[in-house]
């Protein structure tokens, strides 16, 4: 299976570890809103090192006496890092469990309170990253590449912990899609998931490798910045001189095919391309569309907000944030060639 997906700089002349301790990786939610302070739900703020999220819900959900399923988080944090984020509990008619018994030298809760919302996956804005690239060597211009890629973005690739371990997840995938069945509903999830985002890495990359990751062409199924919403070049949305305004001002991006039922959204050039780049990929795509995914899109490219770093000697300090569904990984793989580092979820 292919993972060597094309890169937007060219490959990275640079070697380096990331996360060489959890303090290398540090991460923090931004939900975009913040408790209301009443209501059936409690959120908790919870800074945790070395520490699961599934781990950290089955003790809440302990603590508080409600089954596993009445906790949940707005995104899956990494163990192998320093991570900020937040958990929702369901408790209606209850009075406030008492959680301290949670907290030790690896998990701190920073602040507790009631909500009148469940909290939903991917109910976040997106994610501050402060990471520490370590073991650095390698020849060429660091800066100009650092500077490249806070101007003009990176693929917006999923990581490749999507796929899981010599792509177990998607073998499990294509094992479901051949009648297997598959009672948990999390593992048929992110069976799916994985299916999905592999079919987006193969459709961007082969847009990337033809050399056309960063210029609008006419059939082009774009999105609205900060949004879902998407549209097709064409009659009704021509690709004129406004159009390109809008584009290189960043109002409108290209986007690549969250695969799923319906006609795919693209024409033209940009069609032919995205057809061309999940062809043998057959079962993946039946398979998604007999599970009720619809057609989607997903921004082409990344491009990290208040980008900042410094050189230390051997090491790179780096700082930056993505917006939710993103992938740190996706950066600084076209920074440098990982030594050997543990993957994030980055959502």
Known sequence: MNNNWHYLHGQPEYSGRLKAAPEDFIVREDLGFGPGGE????????????????????????????????????????????????????????????????????????????????????????????????ELEGQGDLESRLTAIAERGVPNYYGDQRFGREFGNLNQARAMFNGRRVKDRNKRSLYLSSARSYLFNLAASHRLAAGLGEQLLDGDCVMLSGTQSFFTLGEDNPLDETMQARFDEGDVRLSAPLWGRGRLASRGQPGELEQAAIAGQEDLCAGLEANGLKQERRPLLLKPEQMSWSREGDSLRLSFWLPAGSYATSLVRELIKDNGSDEDTGE
Do not use: C, Y
Request: proline letters at 2%; a positive charge; hydrophobic letters at 40%.
């Open 39 to 134: 209501g059936e739900h409690i959120l908790l703020h919870i800074r945790k090192r070395g520490q699961n999220t599934q781990w950290v819900a089955r003790e809440l959900a302990r603590l508080a006496g409600v089954a596993q399923r009445d906790v949940t988080w707005a995104g899956l944090k990494d163990r192998h890092a320093v991570t900020e984020q937040w958990f929702g509990v369901h408790l209606p008619g209850k009075e406030m469990p008492d959680f301290s018994s949670l907290e030790n030298d690896d998990v701190q809760i920073l602040a507790i309170a009631r909500h009148h919302k469940k909290l939903k996956t991917g109910a976040l804005k997106g994610n501050w990253f402060e990471l520490r690239v370590t």
